[in-house]
T-cell receptor
Framework: DVKVTQSSRYLVKRTGEKVFLECVQDMDHENMFWYRQDPGLGLRLIYFSYDVKMKEKGDIPEGYSVSREKKERFSLILESASTNQTSMYLC???????????????FGEGSRLTVL | DAKTTQPTSMDCAEGRAANLPCNHSTISGNEYVYWYRQIHSQGPQYIIHGLKNNETNEMASLIITEDRKSSTLILPHATLRDTAVYYCIVRVGALGGATNKLIFGTGTLLAVQP
């Protein structure tokens, strides 16, 4: 089975801190994604990457950056955390070829970030 | 990508079929319909997808109307573990990194009652 692992289930940070959220997948998938999920707003795409060192902005990239130095790892970075970034963050991966035809994303369990 | 409309919530009795509707009246010819679900405190899980024909797998059936403007996800024998938020998504099935993203709405909360 595909496994997408997010480094922390729960984090509490202070305003202005730099925050790293790590995601690792074990199935050699080309595509990786970061979403955030908030009540009433559903899942919103922050950034995605379709290859090592490649990244594209999603719908809400402001305040975030990403890093994809290795195929299996996709990191989300909050350079200076703010209270409005308190949210559930979900990482996902998909196989490039099959994703074109199946759209099957594999999600991690999520990281709940609280910024005080 | 076409916008989808789903009811906010639905109830279903355990053991009965759950029929979850989705409207996608602006869908275009090359857009697929996908369904995911999210059980509380977990990441979303892929269920099924289709383009024109009805589809069935071990989890569910997907019925797409002939004009493709709406679809229904059917869970044939709902159990308490099927209580979740169900997302209907339409997406272009084309090549290219920019199109390999799914836009999730707010979904339907299905509550299976004992």
């Amino acid at each position: 089975d595909v496994k997408v692992t997010q480094s922390s289930r729960y984090l509490v940070k202070r305003t202005g801190e730099k925050v790293f959220l790590e995601c690792v997948q074990d199935m050699d998938h080309e595509n990786m994604f970061w979403y955030r999920q908030d009540p009433g707003l559903g899942l919103r795409l922050i950034y995605f990457s379709y290859d090592v060192k490649m990244k594209e902005k999603g719908d809400i990239p402001e305040g975030y950056s990403v890093s994809r130095e290795k195929k299996e790892r996709f990191s989300l970075i909050l350079e200076s955390a703010s209270t409005n970034q308190t949210s559930m963050y979900l990482c996902a991966s998909s196989l490039f070829v099959l994703a074109v035809y199946t759209g099957e994303l594999f999600f991690g369990e999520g990281s709940r970030l609280t910024v005080l | 990508d076409a916008k989808t409309t789903q009811p906010t919530s639905m109830d279903c009795a355990e053991g009965r079929a759950a029929n979850l509707p989705c409207n996608h009246s602006t869908i275009s010819g090359n857009e697929y319909v996908y369904w995911y679900r999210q059980i509380h405190s977990q990441g979303p899980q892929y269920i099924i997808h289709g383009l024109k024909n009805n589809e069935t797998n071990e989890m569910a059936s997907l019925i797409i109307t002939e004009d493709r403007k709406s679809s229904t996800l059917i869970l044939p024998h709902a159990t308490l573990r099927d209580t979740a938020v169900y997302y209907c998504i339409v997406r272009v099935g084309a090549l290219g990194g920019a199109t390999n993203k799914l836009i999730f709405g707010t979904g339907t909360l299905l509550a299976v009652q004992p």
